[in-house]
Each structure stands twice: as C-alpha cells, then as structure tokens.
C-alpha cells in the first residue's frame, strides 16, 4: 500500500519517514492545521516549517524512530531551545515537552521514560544527525537532546529569543 503524499502530522507512519523523510506543513486551515506534504528534494535549505523522521540514537546505543522540528538551520541556539522531538514506541508516537512548555511535567523526560518502558538514564541523551536532510550550520543540525538542558532560559528569554 502507497502512502499518501499529504496527511495529518498525527497519522505519520514508519513507512512514511522511510520513503519521505522530510515532511512541510501546508498551513491551511480550511483543510487543517496539522497537514504536511512529503518533500522530494533533499538536502532542503531549511527546516523552517517542516518536520524531519529519522532514527535517533538513545542513550544507551539503540536506535529509535523520530520526528524533528522546530530546527531552525543557521541558529544553533534557537534550535536547542525550540527544537521538537516525537518519539516512537512500535504502537504510537509521544511528543517530549520542552523544559519551557506548559506540560512539561506531564509530558518530559520521565513521562518519556514510561513511554518507552526504560530508564530515563537510558534515554538522555538522544542524539541526531540532521545534515542528511539538510544544508546549514553543523550545530544546528547535530546534537543531544539533554535530560535537562545546560542553560535554561526564563520566560523573558525565551519570547525574546523567539521573537527578535
């Protein structure tokens, strides 16, 4: 069975990433907020708008399915602090909070750990390599994904690093 070039984000299946790895919202709400279309031309020039599925390497050396956002390519510092990760346990996708989301509590590294069935040590950090899928700064498309973050911003710094 083919998979369809444009669905619903939520509805992104393994076959999905494996024949399209790249992925662009359409931003219509008339059709639905949530809508990407696979890209066909990568490396793209930007991760501005799309989503990326790839293998991630957890803490303890296995591999697993993920999808990356929020990566903005010439910004390593804006990718570290916004950068998005769903991860894939064989049945669904959990979307991890970022230190600096309202559901952090509900939705972080712990929530992650039950998620997958294993230890949170054995989680963080995640590690990927995006310059397959895309050209730009290496430290923005290569990286960990901490249990805690080194430096967490406060609410100020984070709009102000959000929005210039």
Same mark, same amino acid.
């Given at each position: ?12 299946? +393994?076959? /999905? ?11 219509? /709400? ?9 890209? $066909? $031309? ?8 799309? *989503?990326?599925? *790839? ?26 602090? #916004?950068?998005? +990760?769903?991860?894939?346990?064989? *049945?669904?996708? #959990? ?19 039950? #998620? ?5 040590? =054995? ?11 895309? +050209?730009? /700064? ?9 249990? =805690?973050?080194?430096?967490? *911003?406060?609410?100020? =710094? +984070? ?6």
């Amino acid at each position: 069975m083919r998979s369809s070039n444009i669905k619903p984000v939520e509805l992104l299946q +393994i076959e /999905d990433l494996e024949r399209f790895p790249v992925w662009t919202f359409i931003n219509n /709400d008339l059709k639905g907020e949530t809508l990407v279309k696979s890209v $066909k $031309k990568i490396p793209v020039k930007s991760l501005t708008g799309k *989503l990326v599925g *790839l293998k991630v390497t957890l803490a303890d050396n296995t591999k697993a399915w993920a999808i990356i956002g929020n990566v903005n390519v010439n910004n390593p510092v804006l990718t570290k602090h #916004f950068l998005s +990760i769903s991860l894939y346990n064989n *049945l669904k996708w #959990f979307h991890l909070s970022r230190y600096h989301d309202f559901d952090y509590k509900k939705n972080g590294p712990a929530a992650l750990g039950k #998620f997958l069935l294993t230890a949170v040590d =054995e989680i963080f950090p995640i590690s990927y390599d995006l310059r397959p899928y895309s +050209i730009g /700064d290496e430290k923005a498309l290569v990286g960990k994904i901490l249990k =805690e973050p080194e430096v967490k *911003l406060s609410r100020a =710094e +984070i709009i102000a690093l959000a929005v210039p």
